[in-house]
């Protein structure tokens, strides 16, 4: 059974920084894309930061360019964000997605198989 466990999250001031960890189990990742992504209340999920199979290229929306820095641990099976000049518009949850078999990164939620149950972040002001 594959499962994506997110950890990290919690509650920080602006201006803090967090950094989620997503690890992966009952199967390797190493030749797939992941991602995170991101719910805030009312909200539709959006695309936050992706990464392709070997870590040389990533991704990232917009509004957290230049904030957020994804990586990966293929040896662990795990994939980070580093979140920081944190903002309350972060405020969300945040989950993992892990490809199939597609080896880029991808700002499309139909790109992944595997989702994450997500973590809370808030960011107080």
């Known amino acids: 059974q594959v499962q994506l466990v997110e950890s990290g999250g919690g509650l920080v001031q602006a201006g803090g920084s967090l950094r989620l960890s997503c690890a992966a189990s009952?199967?390797?990742?190493?030749?797939?894309?992941l991602g995170w992504f991101r719910q805030a209340p009312g909200k539709e999920r959006e695309f936050v930061s992706a990464?392709?199979?070997?870590?040389?290229?990533?991704w990232y929306a917009g509004s957290v360019k230049g904030r957020f820095t994804i990586s990966r641990d293929n040896a662990r099976n795990t994939v980070y964000l580093q979140m920081n000049s944190l903002k309350p518009e972060d405020t969300a949850v945040y989950y993992c997605?892990?490809?199939?078999?597609?080896?880029?990164?991808?700002?499309?939620?139909?790109?992944?198989?595997?989702w994450g149950q997500g973590t809370q972040v808030t960011v107080s002001s």
């Open positions: 997605a892990a490809a199939g078999t597609y080896r880029s990164g991808s700002y499309y939620s139909s790109a992944y198989d595997y």
């Open positions: 009952g199967r390797t990742f190493s030749s797939s894309g």
């Open positions: 990464i392709n199979w070997s870590g040389a290229s990533t």
